[in-house]
């Protein structure tokens, strides 16, 4: 089983600052295979980037992923009121097709 | 617009069963694999089943492996999970999730409201 690990546990931080979302998976994956989902109180989660890179319909620009050998990183450059949420990513590659156990962004 | 409607969830004994459904609509439903993903109260994502567009090939997570069992009927547009021997940590919202273009590998674009499974004496 693939095992996904999040960093940080929760991310406290102004409007308009850069967050940075860690995930990183062990063993590790191709890239093809990682996505972000965010997840707000009583809804359901929406995708935000597939395939490490890729944001899915709909998704502001100031959401963005990379990879950096087995880490992968979501980054939202401008954070914005309603980005306050948790964030989870998943590997789509080998089943089970794991989740990580998310990072809280919370907006000051 | 897809839209994924779950039902059938409720509290239940230990040791008891259940079947909870998805009605789908929105896409060509044969076309997709199908997912239940639960999330216990407070906590993170769980990925618990999937199945192939045609339903003759499944996935299980270890923890509901001979207890939960997925089916879909293409021609009712309808993905299913029974629940047998149901533990008070199956206790969650499960929601019901449509994979992002064919087959096996590939994220969840669509997700149901989710409906709540209480395991509880």
């Known amino acids: 089983e693939i095992v996904l690990t999040q960093s940080p546990g929760t991310l406290s931080l102004s409007p308009g600052e850069r967050a940075t979302l860690s995930c990183r998976a062990g063993?590790?994956?191709?890239?093809?295979?990682l996505a972000w989902y965010q997840q707000k109180p009583g809804q359901p989660p929406r995708l935000l980037i597939y395939?490490?890179?890729n944001r899915a319909t709909g998704i502001p620009d100031r959401f963005s992923g990379s990879e950096s050998g087995t880490d992968f990183t979501l980054t939202i450059s401008r954070l914005e009121p309603e980005d306050s949420a948790v964030y989870y990513c998943q590997q789509c590659g080998s089943s089970p097709f794991t989740f990580g156990p998310g990072t809280k962004v919370e907006i000051k | 617009e897809v839209q994924l409607l779950e039902s059938g969830g409720g509290l239940v004994q230990p040791g008891g069963s259940l079947r909870l459904s998805c009605a789908a609509s929105g896409f060509v439903f044969s076309s997709y694999v199908m997912t239940w993903v639960r999330q216990a109260p407070g906590k993170g994502l769980e990925w618990v089943a999937a199945?192939?567009?045609?339903?003759?090939?499944?996935y299980f997570a270890d923890s509901v492996k001979g207890r939960l069992t997925i089916s879909r009927d293409n021609s009712k547009n309808t993905l299913s999970l029974q629940m047998n021997s149901l533990r008070i940590e199956d206790t969650a919202v499960y929601f019901c999730?449509?994979?992002?273009?064919?087959?096996?590998?590939?994220?969840?674009?669509?997700w149901g409201q989710g409906t709540l499974v209480t395991v509880s004496s």
């Open positions: 395939g490490t890179s």
């Open positions: 199945i192939s567009e045609s339903g003759d090939s499944t």
């Open positions: 063993p590790r994956i191709s890239s093809s295979y």
């Open positions: 999730a449509k994979g992002r273009g064919s087959g096996w590998y590939v994220p969840i674009d669509y």
